[in-house]
């Protein structure tokens, strides 16, 4: 692993993350039929077949627009939305425009948090995909802080974003039509929060193998 994340980097980590939605997909289902259609595992599935796609471009910022747009093209509400967002949105740092070191990556996945920010009032605390994305990339930003390599910082946002989806089961949602459910949302995990930290898990895996193979 050189320490940055250029084209190879960002098209395993795609792949990768796919790789982990496509496994845990029917979970995801699950999990959306406590307080929806039940079908967000089969969402995921469309979503992270923009990612494939997406691949084949040059360079880390003309990927992740390739992969916002087309994800934002995919009939899932609210999740292809907010996801395809989040990858356009990243393309807004300055950092992106060559590959990424560990403030870089930070920076990047942090536009990307901003953009999501603006669509959506849902916080931490709110049983959304908010409450492992937001603690996700904080613990990029520490990371930085640390001076921890791109893959630790990668290998701590996962972790992060896995906290934050387990912390849901405790939440009672606020938002969409789980909402309406109120104390009954309790006791089981956001499909949205367990899709993000299934995504970071991915990420984190591509870029542990990478290094293991220099």
């Given at each position: 692993?050189?320490?940055?994340?250029?084209?190879?980097?960002?098209?395993?980590?795609?792949?990768?993350?796919?790789?982990?939605?496509?496994?845990?997909?029917?979970?995801?289902?699950?999990?959306?039929?406590?307080?929806?259609?039940?079908?967000?595992?089969?969402?995921?599935?469309?979503?992270?077949?923009?990612?494939?796609?997406?691949?084949?471009?040059?360079?880390?910022?003309?990927?992740?627009?390739?992969?916002?747009?087309?994800?934002?093209?995919?009939?899932?509400?609210?999740?292809?939305?907010?996801?395809?967002?989040?990858?356009?949105?990243?393309?807004?740092?300055?950092?992106?425009?060559?590959?990424?070191?560990?403030?870089?990556?930070?920076?990047?996945?942090?536009?990307?948090?901003?953009?999501?920010?603006?669509?959506?009032?849902?916080?931490?605390?709110?049983?959304?995909?908010?409450?492992?994305?937001?603690?996700?990339?904080?613990?990029?930003?520490?990371?930085?802080?640390?001076?921890?390599?791109?893959?630790?910082?990668?290998?701590?946002?996962?972790?992060?974003?896995?906290?934050?989806a387990e912390s849901?089961?405790?939440?009672?949602?606020?938002?969409?039509?789980?909402?309406?459910?109120?104390?009954?949302?309790?006791?089981?995990?956001?499909?949205?929060?367990?899709?993000?930290?299934?995504?970071?898990?991915?990420?984190?895996?591509?870029?542990?193998?990478?290094?293991?193979?220099?």
């Amino acid at each position: 692993m050189t320490g940055t994340i250029g084209q190879h980097e960002l098209s395993q980590m795609f792949r990768s993350a796919a790789a982990r939605i496509r496994e845990r997909h029917g979970e995801l289902s699950v999990l959306d039929s406590v307080s929806g259609d039940g079908d967000h595992g089969t969402t995921m599935l469309r979503i992270v077949d923009q990612l494939d796609i997406a691949q084949s471009s040059s360079e880390p910022k003309t990927i992740l627009h390739d992969a916002g747009w087309k994800i934002l093209n995919v009939d899932g509400g609210a999740s292809s939305s907010l996801l395809g967002t989040f990858f356009l949105g990243m393309t807004e740092a300055p950092e992106c425009n060559s590959p990424l070191d560990c403030p870089a990556l930070a920076a990047t996945f942090e536009a990307g948090l901003a953009a999501v920010s603006k669509q959506t009032r849902a916080r931490p605390g709110d049983k959304t995909m908010m409450d492992a994305l937001v603690p996700a990339i904080e613990s990029l930003r520490a990371a930085v802080h640390a001076g921890k390599s791109v893959v630790e910082a990668m290998q701590d946002a996962a972790g992060a974003a896995r906290a934050g989806a387990e912390s849901t089961s405790g939440l009672t949602a606020r938002f969409g039509r789980a909402k309406f459910l109120g104390e009954k949302t309790r006791g089981h995990q956001d499909p949205g929060a367990a899709s993000i930290a299934l995504l970071f898990e991915g990420f984190s895996m591509a870029l542990a193998e990478s290094k293991e193979t220099q």
